[in-house]
């Protein structure tokens, strides 16, 4: 087995967090910003801390495996034999589908795709999901119904700059990525968020809706856009089909009513609609606030509705745009890692899709299996074998107590990791695997630019990357070595092609292009195309070239407030730690900052319950209880309280979080739901 060759000296790279994927330089083990479009010159905290993961005492670094209840080390040899003879043994037993996998939007594109091919082909199961489907699967489906194609932003970050207004809908990257913050500098920002954020701080004008309303305040907005002439006709006409049918139902929003719903007020409503339709150049941008909601591709759809009203999206300086969150979370999403999906955003119920991937891999189209389902469905059908790589489902996961059940129900769990994540810390057998600057690999940031990691410094003795792993892993399930490259840029090449001709197509971009620094946005389908970072400037990617206005109307949370629960609980990010934090968690200064779980509470709320700022609480939902430390916040709405959903153990924000499904997404509705707070 060989790992990528270190590169010795200094390398420019990009952060192994968040989705804007900023550009640093690291010599050794220290990191200096470094300029790049995303985020020109600025690192924030998580950024600046990242090499510390590098040599981290929490470090990975060699298999283990449970015997007598406990994980002791192990061979590669001994653990992958294990896995693959325990895999054998279930499938036999209980069929192919019983053995399931569970990927993450960090992974790069290399590892996205051949874990989606080591499922159908090694495995043969239909159970493969990622956690991204819990961070972005809203967007995309909304984007996918209006503009034919999902690409987060479809412009690049750096056209913000010559925004006039920007409405930015349940997002703070204030906090979750700093340096973003600086392309709204000149823009009239307007941020919709039931919190006061670090972000809202900055607006010239805050929206704070009552929780699980957003979609009615886009519809008002809406009714205002078009009942105050802000409508572009031109544009609706020209560029949209299916407005009639979604003023219909707009119609019936006007902004008192709105407000009754929301709490914003009618005049704020037709603010916003006569700021955005008198700008030159406006954008509309929504993130995971009002995303991870029971119906949040309908509310992403409503925010489409509004833009699309105002003629923003694919007019140049204009548009549209939800930010990803995730490092990979756009390439994670295009290459087979979700359960109907096969790569280039391929679908896996469509045949000449199946046939086209099929040829690439070299087997019979009718092997490949049928879609499976979605990630918190997959972990509630309680799969006998799973294996997890990049994910720490057993935190980042809704109804936590529900998934910590099935993980300790299964009879075989594997995670591939860095670090021994609390998910990790469940399994049968823990595989310790390359991180960021130790391989090779491909991402693809927020506004759908491919951007080339290289290894930088060499891994600990013991550890493999995850295309070894799976490798190993498929040459012991009986496939031919030669099937599962461990190669990065050799599993690119082969990607390639696999993309050629879907809506994400990679098949002109390769290595040499991205090391001599060319900016590729997809789709890019020949190595002569410049690449795309602008779409649908001439035509959305639906076959006629318009794109489609949603008829959704307002129906409110899944769980609303009652007498016994009768607060609303929300969940989200700090600028210190990201995702489930089992990273983060790890670098003494991020702790040192942020060291425990917390809950935001309204004084007036927190003396209700017998709280002070600093006490410990309890928030208790229908589905469990967390532990967490008050602090007192007046400028939260007296009827919310926050959690980070960083911490582990009783401090897990997902023990109250709501698994209710988007009917179209399967997101499930994080974001919302009913609580009630205690003195703990
Ligand atoms: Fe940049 Fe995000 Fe990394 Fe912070 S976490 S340095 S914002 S890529």
């Known amino acids: 087995m060989t790992i990528a060759a270190p590169v010795t000296g200094t390398i420019d790279t990009h952060c192994p967090y968040c989705a804007l994927q900023c550009g640093m330089r690291l010599t050794g083990k220290t990191v200096e910003p470094r300029e790049f479009p995303t985020n020109r010159g600025g690192l924030c905290q998580k950024g600046w801390t990242s090499a510390a993961l590098l040599d981290s005492p929490g470090r990975l670094t060699e298999p283990l495996v449970r015997v007598d209840g406990e994980l002791r080390p192990a061979t590669w040899d001994r653990a992958l034999d294990l896995v693959a003879n325990r895999v054998?043994?279930?499938?036999?037993?209980?069929?192919?589908?019983?053995?399931?996998?569970?990927?993450?939007?960090?992974?790069?594109?290399?590892?996205?795709?051949?874990?989606?091919?080591?499922?159908?082909?090694?495995?043969?199961?239909?159970?493969?999901?990622?956690?991204?489907?819990?961070?972005?699967?809203?967007?995309?489906?909304?984007?996918?119904?209006?503009?034919?194609?999902?690409?987060?932003?479809?412009?690049?970050?750096?056209?913000?700059?010559?925004?006039?207004?920007?409405?930015?809908?349940?997002?703070?990257?204030?906090?979750?990525?700093?340096?973003?913050v600086q392309h709204l500098r000149d823009a009239e920002l307007i941020v919709v968020d039931p919190r006061r954020s670090a972000t809202a701080e900055l607006a010239a004008l805050h929206l704070q809706p009552a929780p699980g309303t957003?979609?009615?305040?886009?519809?008002g907005i809406l009714h205002a856009v078009v009942a105050d002439g802000h409508l572009r006709h031109d544009y609706v006409a020209e560029r949209t089909t299916g407005f009639d049918e979604v003023w219909r139902i707009a119609a019936t929003w006007w902004p008192e009513r709105v407000e009754r719903v929301t709490g914003v007020a009618a005049a704020d409503q037709r603010s916003v609609a006569a700021l955005l339709a008198g700008a030159t150049n406006a954008y509309v941008l929504t993130a995971r606030g009002t995303e991870q909601h029971?119906?949040?591709?309908?509310?992403?759809?409503?925010?489409?509705?509004?833009?699309?009203?105002?003629?923003?999206?694919?007019?140049?300086g204009s548009g549209f745009g939800c930010l990803t969150g995730q490092g990979n979370g756009q390439g994670g999403r295009e290459h087979g890692q979700k359960a109907d999906q096969l790569p280039g955003y391929?679908?896996?119920?469509?045949?000449?899709?199946?046939?086209?991937?099929?040829?690439?891999?070299?087997?019979?189209?009718?092997?490949?299996?049928?879609?499976?389902?979605?990630?918190?469905?997959?972990?509630?059908?309680?799969?006998?074998?799973?294996?997890?790589?990049?994910?720490?489902?057993?935190?980042?996961?809704?109804?936590?107590?529900?998934?910590?059940?099935?993980?300790?129900?299964?009879?075989?769990?594997?995670?591939?990791?860095?670090?021994?994540?609390?998910?990790?810390a469940m399994a049968d057998v823990v595989l310790p695997v390359a991180q960021w600057a130790e391989e090779d690999g491909t991402l693809t940031n927020l506004e759908g630019r491919l951007l080339l990691r290289r290894a930088?410094?060499?891994?600990?003795?013991?550890?493999?990357?995850?295309?070894?792993?799976?490798?190993?892993?498929?040459?012991?399930?009986?496939?031919?070595?030669?099937?599962?490259?461990?190669?990065a840029e050799e599993v690119f090449d082969e990607l390639r092609r696999a993309s050629a001709g879907g809506l994400a197509d990679y098949s002109g971009v390769t290595y040499a292009r991205l090391r001599d620094g060319e900016a590729l946005h997809w789709p890019v389908p020949s190595t002569d195309h410049p690449g795309t970072p602008r779409a649908f400037l001439d035509r959305f990617a639906h076959p006629d070239g318009k794109a489609r206005f949603a008829p959704v109307d307002h129906s409110g949370p899944d769980e609303p407030p009652d007498e016994e629960f009768p607060l609303q609980a929300t969940t989200g990010r700090v600028l210190q730690h990201y995702q489930s934090g089992a990273q983060t968690r790890l670098v003494p200064e991020l702790v040192?900052?942020?060291?425990?779980?917390?809950?935001?509470?309204?004084?007036?709320?927190?003396?209700?319950?017998?709280?002070?700022?600093?006490?410990?609480?309890?928030?208790?939902?229908?589905?469990?209880?967390?532990?967490?430390?008050?602090?007192?916040?007046?400028?939260?709405?007296?009827?919310?309280?926050?959690?980070?959903?960083?911490?582990?153990?009783?401090?897990?924000?997902?023990?109250?979080?709501?698994?209710?499904?988007?009917?179209?997404?399967?997101?499930?509705?994080?974001?919302?739901?009913?609580?009630?707070?205690?003195?703990?």
């Not at 493969?128 to 970050?157: E, H, K, Q, W």
């Not at 600990?460 to 599962?484: M, N, S, W």
């Open 88 to 180: 054998i043994e279930i499938q036999a037993t209980h069929g192919r589908d019983a053995v399931a996998v569970f990927g993450g939007g960090g992974l790069t594109n290399e590892k996205s795709y051949l874990l989606g091919k080591f499922a159908r082909v090694a495995l043969g199961t239909s159970r493969i999901d990622y956690n991204g489907r819990f961070c972005m699967s809203s967007a995309a489906a909304a984007g996918t119904r209006a503009f034919g194609m999902d690409r987060g932003l479809p412009f690049p970050v750096s056209d913000l700059r010559g925004a006039d207004a920007v409405l930015l809908v349940g997002g703070n990257p204030a906090e979750t990525m700093p340096p973003f």
């Open 214 to 219: 957003d979609l009615a305040l886009a519809l």
């Open 294 to 316: 029971a119906r949040g591709a309908d509310m992403v759809g409503a925010w489409i509705n509004l833009a699309l009203a105002l003629g923003l999206p694919g007019r140049p």
């Open 346 to 424: 391929r679908r896996l119920d469509d045949p000449a899709a199946r046939a086209h991937v099929a040829a690439v891999w070299g087997v019979d189209p009718d092997s490949l299996p049928r879609p499976g389902v979605s990630a918190y469905e997959l972990l509630d059908e309680n799969p006998r074998g799973l294996l997890v790589f990049g994910s720490n489902i057993a935190v980042s996961a809704p109804h936590a107590n529900r998934v910590a059940r099935a993980l300790s129900d299964a009879d075989l769990l594997v995670v591939a990791d860095v670090v021994m994540s609390e998910t990790a």
């Open 456 to 487: 930088a410094v060499r891994p600990p003795a013991g550890v493999r990357t995850d295309l070894e792993v799976l490798h190993g892993l498929a040459a012991r399930l009986g496939q031919p070595a030669e099937r599962f490259p461990v190669d």
């Open 592 to 680: 040192a900052a942020v060291p425990e779980a917390y809950v935001e509470v309204h004084p007036d709320t927190a003396a209700r319950a017998g709280l002070g700022h600093g006490d410990l609480a309890h928030v208790v939902s229908r589905r469990g209880t967390v532990r967490a430390r008050v602090r007192c916040v007046p400028t939260i709405r007296v009827d919310l309280v926050f959690l980070p959903f960083h911490f582990p153990g009783d401090g897990r924000a997902n023990l109250l979080t709501n698994p209710a499904l988007d009917p179209t997404s399967r997101m499930p509705e994080f974001k919302v739901c009913a609580v009630r707070l205690e003195a703990a």
